[in-house]
């Protein structure tokens, strides 16, 4: 069972304007969410996080909100930038150990 | 650099034969996870070190999988017999436990090829 989804495989945004990128997740034991940005033939990059106590977080140009009762989050980019172009991976932990459940992506392009 | 480092970048094999994979974790951090990524999808947990002990193990991670970590330090990831169905890119990360959440450094990865 697929316990955190991105159900958007791709989003196509133009330079300037906002990209939102959407992960819906089941498991309400999770406490603790991540976003990773992974660019091709590189692992992935950690971007931003959010504890389960906290409904938003802001760092420059990325924000990420957390609906916990619609078990729902979303991470914001503005202004997106030619470069921010790629894989966009939505995370989440439950558990002490620190391990993440992945979900399945999201491709963004960002148009000049 | 002190990013986490994975050796060797690609690998191709044949069917049947063994691989061995290494990770070196950045210094001090002494939480080591790895984690299978196949195409399209997002990275799969597979195993989880605290310092030299293995405490977690995904159920994809079969017979033929095998990881160590002596001394605590980097980690080693052995499939044998490999299959096609082994065919991924394979992630080695590592975070400190300062505090109950903390993101986790991934390296860059070996792609696992088996023809």
């Known amino acids: 069972d697929q316990q955190v989804k991105q159900n958007s495989p791709s989003l196509s945004v133009q330079e300037g304007r906002i990209s939102i990128l959407n992960c819906d997740y089941t498991?309400?034991?999770?406490?603790?969410f991540l976003w990773y940005k992974k660019y091709p033939a590189e692992g992935p990059t950690f971007l931003i996080s959010?504890?389960?106590?906290?409904d938003k977080n802001e760092d420059g140009r990325f924000t990420v909100f957390l609906n916990k009762s619609a078990k729902h989050l979303s991470l914001h980019i503005v202004p997106s930038q030619p470069g921010d172009s790629a894989v966009y991976f939505c995370?989440?932990?439950?558990?002490?150990?620190?391990?993440?459940?992945f979900g399945q992506g999201t491709t963004l392009q960002v148009k000049p | 650099d002190t990013g986490v480092s994975q050796n060797p970048r690609h690998k191709i094999t044949k069917r049947g034969q063994n691989v061995t994979f290494r990770c070196d974790p950045i210094?001090?951090?002494?939480?080591l996870y790895w984690y299978r990524q196949t195409l399209g999808q997002g990275p799969e947990f597979l195993t989880y070190?605290?310092?030299?002990?293995?405490?977690?193990k995904s159920r994809l991670l079969s017979d033929r999988f095998s990881a160590e970590r002596p001394k605590g330090s980097f980690s080693t990831l052995e499939i044998q017999r490999t299959e096609q169905g082994d065919s991924a890119m394979y992630l080695c990360?590592?975070?400190?436990?300062?505090?109950?959440?903390?993101?986790?450094?991934f390296g860059q990865g070996t792609r696992l090829t088996v023809v």
């Open positions: 959010i504890s389960s106590i906290k």
């Open positions: 498991n309400s034991m999770f406490d603790y």
């Open positions: 995370a989440a932990s439950g558990s002490n150990t620190g391990k993440l459940i």
């Open positions: 070190f605290q310092n030299e002990a293995q405490l977690e």
């Open positions: 990360a590592s975070s400190p436990r300062l505090t109950l959440n903390t993101e986790a450094f």
């Open positions: 210094s001090e951090h002494n939480r």
